[in-house]
């Protein structure tokens, strides 16, 4: 590109390409039998998880998880004991040092 400055003087330019980067892949996953939760047994599920920079924060996405399980945000560990029978589904999302994100699948949880 050409033009003229404040000053009349000739400047040339050129195109610059920049790579920024690969695209992050973040894979969160919780690999139990979220089917089977019995009430006042006690549940930890531990954050299964590639391709993130650590310091990571998590949260509930969609859904919710069963009354008296809790989710560690810094974690991902879902612990505590499951107060009350019932169903219902929930997906975490974690986000790492550098705001890229991953998503769990959707978990449908029933607890007896």
């Known amino acids: 590109m050409r033009?003229?400055?404040?000053?009349?003087?000739e400047?040339?330019?050129?195109?610059?390409?920049?790579?920024?980067?690969?695209?992050?892949t973040i894979t969160l996953?919780?690999?139990?039998?979220?089917?089977?939760?019995?009430?006042?047994?006690p549940v930890n599920f531990a954050a299964n998880i590639t391709g993130a920079t650590a310091p990571n924060s998590?949260?509930?996405?969609t859904g919710s998880l069963p009354s008296g399980l809790s989710l560690?945000?810094?974690?991902?560990?879902?612990t505590g004991q499951a107060n009350f029978p019932g169903?219902?589904?929930?997906?975490i999302r974690v986000t790492d040092s550098t705001?890229?994100?991953?998503?769990?699948p959707v978990y449908n949880w029933n607890v007896t």
Do not use: E, R
């Open 11 to 24: 400047v040339v330019t050129s195109a610059q390409n920049w790579t920024v980067g690969t695209p992050v």
């Open 29 to 41: 996953t919780y690999p139990y039998n979220w089917a089977n939760i019995s009430t006042l047994m």
């Open 72 to 78: 560690n945000g810094t974690t991902g560990d879902i």
């Open 99 to 104: 705001t890229a994100t991953g998503d769990s």
């Open 58 to 61: 998590f949260t509930v996405l």
């Open 87 to 91: 169903s219902g589904s929930v997906s």
């Open 3 to 9: 033009g003229i400055d404040a000053l009349g003087q």
